[in-house]
Nanobody, 115 residues
Framework: VQLVESGGGLVEPGGSLRLSCVAS????????MGWFRQAPGKEREKVAH???????TYADSVKGRFTISKDNAKETMYLQMNSLKPEDTAVYYC??????????WGQGTQVTVSP
C-alpha cells in the first residue's frame, strides 16, 4: 500500500491550496481516509476524514474552511483548504484506516501560510 501526497506549498494568509493523496490498492474506495497535520513542537492532529460512503468529519479548527473529498475512480483524496491562516502551517499527511487504527501513511507535504 502506498499513499502519496502532493499540493503543499507557501501561501499568504487568506489564500487557498488543494492537497491530493493518491492511493494504491483501492484504499480510497474501500476504507476511511483522513488528513492529519503536525506543526513543529505540536502533536499530530486529525484535520478531517471521509468514510467509504462519503461521510465527512472535521476538526473544529478547520470547519467551514476546509473540504475533504475523494474520487474513487482515481483512487485520490483531496483537501481543499480556503481562508488559510498562519496557524494552519504544518506538514500534512494522508492516512487510511482499514479497521480501528490508522494503518497506512503518506510521506507528508509541507504547507506554510505566511505573508
Amino acid at each position: 500500500v502506498q499513499l502519496v501526497e502532493s499540493g503543499g506549498g507557501l501561501v499568504e494568509p487568506g489564500g487557498s491550496l488543494r492537497l491530493s493523496c493518491v492511493a494504491s490498492g483501492a484504499m480510497v474506495s474501500l476504507y476511511t481516509m483522513g488528513w492529519f497535520r503536525q506543526a513543529p513542537g505540536k502533536e499530530r492532529e486529525k484535520v478531517a476524514h471521509i468514510t467509504s460512503d462519503d461521510k465527512t468529519t472535521y476538526a473544529d479548527s478547520v470547519k467551514g474552511r476546509f473540504t475533504i473529498s475523494k474520487d474513487n475512480a482515481k483512487e485520490t483524496m483531496y483537501l481543499q483548504m480556503n481562508s488559510l491562516k498562519p496557524e494552519d502551517t504544518a506538514v500534512y499527511y494522508c492516512a487510511s484506516r482499514v479497521a480501528t487504527l490508522w494503518d497506512f501513511w503518506g510521506q507528508g507535504t509541507q504547507v506554510t501560510v505566511s505573508p
